[in-house]
């Protein structure tokens, strides 16, 4: 019996290891990439004087910048997971259109020492949030905060963003590291005339803002060190960066943003 015995182990020895092989050799199952939290997509860091600055475009118009600890929001709006998102210590809305100023999206990431400040139409609109007027000046927290015009310039573009309106954009100035957030305008005189930007948003959707060619001109202009085309709409960001290629103090970051 003892060699049969020695076979039978060695028999089962050989399918044992036949079946391990076999199983090493199948295919491995097809691995999605894991995904970024909600708080860590599209983010980018930038070194200020005092500390990191955070900068996360988050969809069409809402940008995150994180500073300190602190969390500051422009255009908080629309499609994301709001409730995976940290808190807003400061809210700036630019104007009243609802992919702007969205008052459930506000509700969500606000608690009772938000600070909110708002164009003077959205504040009203809103029925919250302090206003602050084109050329007005903040020191809000840890940030300088300046209200700059955001308006329509062509004929028939001029009913949706009226320079009447007073509709605002933001600089904010993180220790010397300043963002300027356009909101919704055109390639404006005052745009061009801005000085020392290091991080521009600007808007590209039609027939709302601008096309691609009259954002790249605009950055032409006043060369902000880094660039994000938002807003697209179905407008290619890749654009502004192909019109932009010989301009190598700017840098382009083409991101999808629904
Ligand atoms: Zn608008």
């Not at 700036?92 to 139409?121: F, G, M, Q, Y």
């Not at 697209?232 to 083409?254: C, F, M």
Request: charged fraction near 25%; aromatic fraction near 6%.
């Amino acid at each position: 019996m003892k060699p049969c015995i020695v076979y039978l182990l060695a028999a089962w020895a050989t399918a044992m290891a036949a079946g391990c092989d076999t199983s090493s050799q199948q295919p491995a199952a097809p691995q999605t990439p894991p995904q970024p939290a909600p708080s860590e997509r599209n983010v980018a860091v930038e070194q200020t004087a005092e500390g990191e600055l955070t900068i996360q475009p988050i969809n069409h118009s809402a940008v995150r910048l994180a500073f300190k600890g602190r969390q500051y929001y422009v255009d908080p709006a629309g499609k994301a997971d709001w409730d995976a998102l940290p808190k807003a210590d400061v809210i700036l809305i630019t104007h009243e259109h609802r992919d702007h100023l969205d008052p459930d999206v506000v509700a969500k990431i606000r608690t009772a020492d938000t600070v909110i400040l708002a164009s003077a139409a959205a504040a009203a609109k809103a029925g919250f949030g302090e206003m602050i007027e084109i050329g007005q000046t903040r020191q809000v927290l840890d940030i300088t905060l300046e209200a700059v015009p955001a308006y329509n310039l062509t004929p028939d573009r001029l009913r949706y963003h009226p320079r009447q309106r007073k509709d605002n954009g933001y600089i904010l100035t993180f220790a010397g590291t300043r963002v300027y957030v356009a909101g919704d305008t055109e390639g404006t005189e005052e745009m061009r005339a801005l000085k020392d930007i290091d991080v521009a948003f600007l808007p590209i959707n039609l027939p709302y803002t601008m096309p691609a060619a009259e954002a790249a001109d605009a950055a032409r202009a006043f060369k902000p060190r880094i660039l994000y085309p938002y807003h697209q709409g179905t407008s290619d960001p890749a654009e502004v960066r192909r019109l932009l290629a010989d301009e190598t103090a700017i840098e382009v970051r083409v991101l999808a943003l629904p």
